[in-house]
């Protein structure tokens, strides 16, 4: 599910499939915005876990995303 919503905010995000639209001011911000809110959205804590994975805890709280309790302790 992680990688799809990857994939997902890479492609929303990016020029490819923007026919007729100004891509987004900066692709990294906008790119950490659509995942970070997928990731919220869905609620799951192993999606959390994958998403930490490659993200702080504080990009985490920026985003909403809860950080399970066995890994807000290390």
Known sequence: M???????ARTA???GNRIGLEP???FVDCYEKA???AVRSVNRSQLNIAYLATHTSRDAETYG???PARMAAK
């Open 24 to 26: 987004p001011a900066s």
């Open 2 to 8: 992680y990688r799809r919503l990857y994939f997902a």
């Open 65 to 67: 995303i809860a950080v």
């Open 35 to 37: 995942l970070g809110d």
């Open 13 to 15: 995000c990016g020029n």
